[in-house]
């Protein structure tokens, strides 16, 4: 015949459950009853181990994605609520970035939020890895991304009305350097090609938005060398 464990045995039991499991105690509350047997341990994930998990995936999609992507579009392929939370788990990333000088940073570029290293290191990974190819543009092809950039959308005649020349195959460079694109035709007689900047000259020049191009004040001002 079975003996029934006495009162003694089953607390010690108990107490080696929990030395073999320091969470047990945390998860079950309170000590064994007497006349039953030891129930298995059930550890649930706390509010910050699941914080700590959605923040580990928004960086993992961050890693991975070759161009900027919207806090909408990142809280879709990270499974989170919505852009609003993708948006707060970036200001943590963000700050755990600075506060350990990580070499990566979350930087805000067109329209959307690209995890990049940080600019001191640019010209140390250029001679590792030989880094992106440069966009080099004439003086001609500058002044004709700065016209469009500013007067967008624009049709031709205008472009070539504040340059003095023409300009159509500068136009035809740059839309195949993927800095300007058409976005559309004028009401005018005709119905001539709009012109505009695309997601890629932002990039190019480190802007997140187009109001974020200095005011023409501002460009006066600068002397600037070709």
């Known amino acids: 015949m079975r003996k029934t464990p006495s009162l003694s045995a089953l607390q ?8 073999s499991n320091p969470h047990a105690r945390w998860a079950t509350g309170t000590a064994l009853p007497s006349g039953g047997p030891p129930q298995a341990a059930v550890i649930r994930p706390t509010k910050q181990d699941d ?3 959605k923040i580990a995936r928004l960086e993992a999609v961050l890693f991975l994605a070759r161009e900027p992507l919207s806090t909408r579009k990142l809280a879709k392929l990270a499974k989170l609520a919505d852009g609003t939370e993708a948006r707060t788990l970036l200001k943590q990333l963000s700050r755990r970035y600075d506060q350990r000088a990580s070499a990566m940073q979350v930087v805000e570029v067109a329209g959307g939020v690209q995890l990049l290293t940080r600019i001191q290191l640019a010209s140390w990974i250029r001679r590792l890895h030989g880094g992106p190819e440069e966009i080099r543009l004439s003086a001609p092809a500058l002044e004709t991304l700065s016209v469009v950039a500013y007067c967008q959308p624009i049709v031709r005649a205008e472009i070539e009305a504040v340059r003095g ?3 159509g195959e500068i136009l035809r460079v740059l839309m195949e350097r993927d800095l300007l694109r058409i976005v559309g035709r004028a009401g005018e007689l ?6 505009g900047t695309t997601k890629k000259f932002l990039q190019v020049f480190g802007l997140r938005r187009l109001d974020q191009l200095p005011s023409l004040e501002q460009v006066r001002n600068v002397e600037v060398n070709i």
């Open 51 to 53: 914080s700590e998990d």
């Open 165 to 167: 020349v023409q300009c």
């Open 190 to 195: 005709g119905r001539p090609f709009l012109y």
């Open 12 to 19: 010690m039991s108990s107490v080696a459950l929990r030395y």
